[in-house]
């Protein structure tokens, strides 16, 4: 019998957690569709494997069985994928770099450039990822290092408990507004005066991500609307500009995305941004990433200002 590795993470993050929603944060999926994993397993195994109940998920004496075994079972077949990817890439002599939005900025140049002097034959392959997932394609190993937004300091966003992570830079959030809209006109805006606004927003999967750009933890209590959920820049855009809602913003995006419809403003109340460089702790000793990480520190500090 076949059993598909993502039916065991499923169950793994399930299992960890205790909890059907937290899992389904961590792991970017919707809740039911969890559940629906969760039960496919228990038909192919032919056993229960949890405990339904108000209070959580608890494990029955098969599913504590299965839980002690998968997290090794899934973290070797994890290493065999990442040596048969990473094998294939070092072939090609081709770094893959996932980001997210404009990536760190104006230093994303200086940065594949530095790389490109440090490694002659070698190519940076900049592959953007979705909101949906914050690793910008390290959790499913589609990328060997990634340019990622960061939520507040003491929070992670999905998947970043098993990367390690290096903060380059910050840069302010500001809002982006319709142009139409009353508080288009003013030079800088007050966090508090958009806390009644419907907000543009990534998928509610990614959990802390999420909250961090809607300023969840700096609104007083002050409920969150949600007037649209993309997770495309375009699609982005698009809500905004159509008046489905506004939205936080690092200041670069308006530079990087401006478009008719669309006014970017200054906020007060609201911390900053954070750029960083992620990796798999299995590339802490792979000299061609860890060469890439370099060029980011070194690179990356005027990634928040325009330098």
């Known amino acids: 019998m076949d059993v598909d590795t993502r039916l065991l993470r499923s169950f793994t993050a399930v299992a960890e957690d205790g909890s059907l929603t937290r899992a ?14 969760i039960k496919q397993l228990e038909t192919l195994l032919g056993v229960p494997l949890f405990v339904r109940s108000r209070s959580g998920m608890a494990l029955t004496a098969a599913g504590r069985a299965l839980a002690e075994r998968a997290p090794s079972l899934l973290a070797e077949w994890d290493a065999v994928l990442h040596a048969t990817r ?20 104006e230093a994303t140049p200086r940065i594949v450039a530095a790389f490109s002097r440090r490694r002659p034959g070698w190519r ?3 592959r953007q990822a979705t ?8 959790a499913t190993g589609s990328v060997d290092v990634a340019l ?14 098993r990367l390690r992570v290096e903060v380059l830079a910050t840069e302010p959030r500001w809002v982006a507004l319709p142009s139409a809209h009353p508080l288009a006109g003013r030079e800088v805006i007050a966090f508090r005066e958009l806390w009644d606004e419907p907000f543009v927003t990534a998928p509610a999967e990614t959990g802390p991500w999420r909250d961090y750009w809607l300023a969840a933890d700096e609104r007083a209590g002050h409920p969150v609307r949600v007037g ?3 997770e495309q820049p375009d699609d982005w855009l698009s809500a905004i500009a159509n008046g489905h809602g506004i939205a936080l913003a690092p200041e670069s995006a308006a530079r990087f995305y401006a478009r008719p419809g669309i006014t970017y403003r200054p906020v007060t109340g609201v911390s900053p941004s954070r750029i960083g460089v992620a990796w ?4 802490d000793a792979n000299p061609v990433v860890q060469e890439f990480v370099r060029c980011c520190r070194e690179g990356g500090a ?6």
């Open 148 to 161: 990622v937004r960061l939520p507040s300091p003491g929070q992670e966003f999905p998947g970043q408990e």
């Open 124 to 126: 940076a392959e900049m």
């Open 302 to 307: 005027g990634a928040g200002d325009g330098a």
């Open 280 to 283: 798999a702790p299995g590339d």
């Open 131 to 138: 909101w949906a997932d914050p690793t910008a394609g390290l």
């Open 86 to 105: 990473g094998a294939a890439s070092r072939a090609a002599r081709v770094l893959r770099v996932g980001f997210l939005a404009s990536a760190a900025n």
């Open 228 to 230: 649209a959920v993309t």
């Open 24 to 37: 389904a944060q961590r792991l970017f999926v919707s809740q039911p569709a969890l559940t629906k994993q």
